[in-house]
Structure formats: structure tokens, C-alpha cells
């Protein structure tokens, strides 16, 4: 069964920090590009970060200079380093991926930010 397993997030105050990391598993074929998204209460679900194969990288504009996503190849995983965090960084994120050229969502992690 293929699929997307992450871990991390939790409760930080404002100014802190957070790393997720997302796996994937299964019998893969491909992994192309991945990303993380998230989604506030209300509101809908938005790009935060994507990395494609060969390591570029691609932030919405709220995050850029505070979160880096990264990925390891080898474990088949991404990672998204979320530093400087705001309460409007508060949301659930999500891991997806192209996985054997389908897209892939992970189950979801909450991160709150609030002091």
C-alpha cells in the first residue's frame, strides 16, 4: 500500500520552532515532486513549499525566509524546517507527493502557534 506518513507538529509559541517530516512507503516505482500544503480553520487549503527531484524549491511568499523544505531521496522523504513561527502559521498541514504518477496526500498534522 502506498502512502505518505508524517510526524511532527504541535503546540510552540510564537517565535518558535517546527520540523516536519513526511515518508513515504510501499512499492515505489517514482517519486517526483513533493510539497507541503496547509489549511486554517475557514479558509482553503494553500501551497506553503514543493522540491521537485533534483532539489529546487519553490515558498509561498508568507514563508519564505523562515520555513525551508528539504527532501532525502534515499529514505523517499520530505522535511519542512518552519522557523520564526506566527499564529497565522496555525493549520493543518499536509504532506503530498507524485508518487508512481499519482498524487499522494499524507493524513495531515496540526501545528499551533499561540502564546
Known amino acids: 500500500q502506498v502512502q505518505l506518513v508524517e510526524s511532527g507538529g504541535g503546540s510552540v509559541q510564537p517565535g518558535g520552532s517546527l520540523r516536519l517530516s513526511c515518508a513515504a512507503s510501499?512499492?515505489?516505482?517514482?517519486?517526483?515532486?513533493m510539497g507541503w500544503y496547509r489549511q486554517a480553520p475557514g479558509k482553503p487549503r494553500e501551497l506553503v513549499a514543493v522540491?521537485?527531484?533534483?532539489?529546487?524549491?519553490n515558498y509561498t511568499d508568507s514563508v519564505k525566509g523562515r520555513f525551508t523544505i528539504s527532501r532525502d531521496n534515499a529514505k523517499n522523504s520530505v522535511y519542512l524546517q518552519m522557523n520564526s513561527l506566527k499564529p497565522e502559521d496555525t493549520a493543518v498541514y499536509y504532506c503530498?507527493?507524485?508518487?508512481?504518477?499519482?498524487?499522494?496526500w499524507g493524513q495531515g498534522t496540526q501545528v499551533t502557534v499561540s502564546s
Open positions: 522540491v521537485t527531484t533534483g532539489g529546487s524549491t
Open positions: 503530498n507527493a507524485a508518487l508512481n504518477m499519482w498524487n499522494y
Open positions: 510501499g512499492r515505489l516505482f517514482s517519486i517526483g515532486i
